[in-house]
């Protein structure tokens, strides 16, 4: 018998949704669906998690500005 998973819609930038999926890959706890290049089915009930993982994989990954002052 099928089940129903409640799902949010969510649209995105190639690049995020990239880092969306390899967050995804190991335990696929979050991905309902993967739907075209920028729109994902994400659970409803992970979102919050996915959005904290998220900002995390951003954080490790932004590169800070030299502030040595050189013009």
């Given at each position: ?27 696929h ?5 993967d ?26 990954t ?9 013009d």
């Amino acid at each position: 018998m099928p089940k129903a998973v409640k799902g949010v819609l969510v649209e995105c930038d190639p690049s995020i949704k990239a880092i969306i999926l390899k967050i995804d890959q190991d335990k696929h706890d979050y991905i309902v669906e993967d739907l075209d290049d920028q729109t994902l089915m994400v659970k409803e009930t992970q979102l919050p998690k996915l959005k904290a993982r998220l900002e995390e994989e951003l954080a490790n990954t932004q590169q800070i500005p030299d502030e040595s002052g050189s013009d």
